[in-house]
């Protein structure tokens, strides 16, 4: 069975610094997986996604993550955020072969402040 | 760009009373998913099908819920009688392959 671990319900940045949230992933067979953005009343957002070839994956809004299969982690990282950012972020996984629905994490809210 | 469509956006209705919320997907993909999501929490499976047929709802709670895709395009998922604890985000999603999925704006259900 696969499962999303995001490590920190609540992180709290300041508007200009790095944004750090994790994600680890646990899968028997070879992982896809997404990061989604999530604003208050809406639907989810995809920011990026890992299906298969290069590990470092980059996606919209300057956000990207790199899929570390030894750490079984999907870090979704952004050098210098926006207040704009402030969200809630889902990571989750699908079972590449088979086809099956995306299990998600139960999310991290980001914080901003000016 | 095209869009996964859900209706209504917000719902409010009484305990035990029916309800029922509607998705159309994008067109030409086969697979639609419905999802809930309690807030504060992740989406959780409740129901994913192929064309008109049920792959999986193994999270489906079968004695109140139902989800139908009669025609393999739009999806209807319902509930009777509806329960304090239903209350929460109902969202559709849509792929035509295994590494696109693409979310509807979903509906809140509040029930009083």
């Known amino acids: 069975a696969q499962s999303v671990t995001q490590l920190g319900s609540h992180v709290s940045v300041s508007e200009g610094a790095l944004v750090l949230l994790r994600c680890n992933y646990s899968s028997s067979v070879p992982p896809y997986l997404f990061w989604y953005v999530q604003y208050p009343n809406q639907g989810l957002q995809l920011l990026l996604k890992?299906?298969?070839?290069?590990?470092l994956v980059k996606g919209i809004n300057g956000f990207e993550a790199e899929f570390k299969k030894s750490e079984t982690s999907f870090h979704l990282t952004k050098p210098s955020a926006h207040m704009s950012d402030a969200a809630e972020y889902f990571c989750a996984v699908s079972d590449a072969a088979a086809g099956t629905a995306l299990i998600f994490g139960k999310g991290t809210t980001l914080s901003v402040s000016s | 760009e095209a869009e996964v469509a859900q209706s209504p956006r917000y719902k409010i209705t009484e305990k035990s009373q029916a309800v029922a919320f509607w998705c159309d997907p994008i067109s030409g993909h086969a697979t639609l998913y419905w999802y809930r999501q309690i807030l504060g929490q992740g989406p959780e499976l409740l129901v994913q099908?192929?064309?008109?047929?049920?792959?999986?709802d193994s999270q489906l709670p079968k004695d109140r819920f139902s989800a139908e895709r009669l025609k393999g395009v739009d999806s209807t998922l319902k509930i009777q009688p509806a329960e304090l604890g239903d209350s929460a985000m109902y969202l559709c999603a849509s792929s035509r392959n295994r590494d696109g999925y693409t979310f509807g704006s979903g509906t809140r259900l509040t029930v009083v």
């Open positions: 099908f192929q064309d008109e047929s049920v792959v999986d």
């Open positions: 890992y299906t298969t070839g290069a590990t």
